[in-house]
């Protein structure tokens, strides 16, 4: 049974930085590309960052530069970085896996955890 939990949301200043983690079980980690998605207030799911499973990441226009996606296999475990963050971060942040870069458009995803909740006050 696949499990992802994410941690690490609060609420920040616009300006400064969390570090979001996922962590994965029931699966072999190593071998699933990463990805995560924010959920802002009213709006539809957004795919943010994404890693493969040798490393290399793709983000979104609204996030890159400032947000960094990475990896821990060791640990199973994603983390999503954020510096500079702005009011309009402000939603809910998702992790999920899955074989390739494609099968994680969010159509595609059927599953999520819960999600960790991130405040950016202006």
């Known amino acids: 049974q696949v499990q992802l939990v994410e941690s690490g949301g609060g609420l920040v200043q616009a300006g400064g930085s969390l570090r979001l983690s996922c962590a994965a079980s029931?699966?072999?980690?190593?071998?699933?590309?990463m990805a995560w998605y924010r959920q802002a207030p009213g709006k539809q799911r957004e795919l943010i960052a994404r890693?493969?499973?040798?490393?290399?990441?793709i983000y979104a226009d609204s996030v890159k530069g400032r947000f960094t996606i990475s990896r821990d296999n060791a640990k199973s475990t994603a983390y999503l970085q954020m510096n500079t963050l702005k009011p309009e971060d402000t939603g809910v942040y998702y992790c999920?896996?899955?074989?390739?870069?494609?099968?994680?458009?969010?159509?595609?995803?059927?599953?999520w955890g819960q999600g960790t909740q991130v405040t950016v006050s202006s």
């Open positions: 999920n896996a899955g074989p390739s870069f494609t099968a994680l458009h969010p159509s595609r995803v059927s599953s």
């Open positions: 029931g699966i072999i980690f190593s071998a699933n590309v």
């Open positions: 890693i493969s499973s040798g490393g290399s990441t």
